[in-house]
């Protein structure tokens, strides 16, 4: 359980690198324009957030997208940020690439890029995991991608086989997960799951994955908590957040 309590002094993120956020406006299903986008980076810069790579979904029919449309919408985000006197290094975007037909198509075509140091965020579907997932991470290690999945707590089916998880991790495919898993924003046993990986060390890299308000609000009050502080303490000296570069 959670323990709420009062802090004088305002909570940092124990990161001030995001590899996984939704502000590049009106390309998914995160921030819808320039101005709310804006208005979510001030909280980040109030949480410590000091460098952020934009992470749009590139999804298969609902989110195709391309640097063609991700370059526009992040061109727009930073004119603004630097408008509005923001602090925060925006770093040219990547994505969070679904593992699907669509994603495949676009590697075959040169438009999928990484984060710094050749990390890749790539994603499973939610209802089952792609059946080809790991002739697909062979073949992006083989391109000398460094493959990170997304919220790999949030995928029910390896729930009742957590050895998948640990055999995903050895095969060189990092692990990043959400604070708001961590803060129970997904429910019981998504925060449980969060904090088995943390246990048996399968977290390399932590995310906001912010998309709107709901998501601020359950970080907000995520970290005027003891247990935000006892999780900083355990993930400051092992993420690799703010070491890719």
């Known amino acids: 359980m959670f323990h709420w309590f009062r802090r004088t002094d305002p909570a940092k993120l124990p990161f001030t690198t995001d590899i996984h956020c939704h502000l590049t406006p009106g390309i998914d299903d995160g921030s ?30 609902t989110y195709e997208n391309t640097p063609a449309t991700i370059d526009p919408a992040f061109g727009a985000l930073a004119a603004g940020a630097r408008q509005a006197g923001i602090g925060i290094e925006l770093i040219p975007p990547s994505g969070e690439y679904r593992l699907d037909s669509f994603f495949v198509k676009c590697l075959g075509e040169n438009m999928v890029r990484p984060l710094p140091g050749g990390y890749l965020l790539v994603e499973n579907a939610f209802n089952v995991e792609p059946w080809n997932i790991d002739e697909l991470l062979f073949d992006l290690a083989v391109r000398g991608f460094r493959p990170v999945l997304a919220h790999p707590e949030r995928y029910m089916y390896y729930h009742s086989s957590p050895t998948r998880y640990r055999r995903l991790h050895e095969s060189g495919l990092f692990m990043q997960c959400n604070l708001l898993s961590f803060a129970g924003y997904y429910g019981k046993e998504i925060r449980q799951t969060a904090c088995w990986m943390l246990d048996n060390g399968l977290v390399d890299f932590l995310g906001t994955d912010l998309h709107g308000m709901r998501h601020v609000e359950s970080i907000s009050g995520f970290m005027k908590t003891r247990d935000f502080r006892n999780l900083s303490k355990r993930v400051m000296e092992r993420i690799f957040n703010d070491k890719i570069n």
Do not use: A, C
């Open 32 to 61: 819808p324009d320039v101005e709310k986008s804006v208005r979510l980076l001030r909280f980040m810069e109030e949480w410590g957030v000091r460098r952020i790579v934009m992470t749009p979904h590139v999804t298969e029919d």
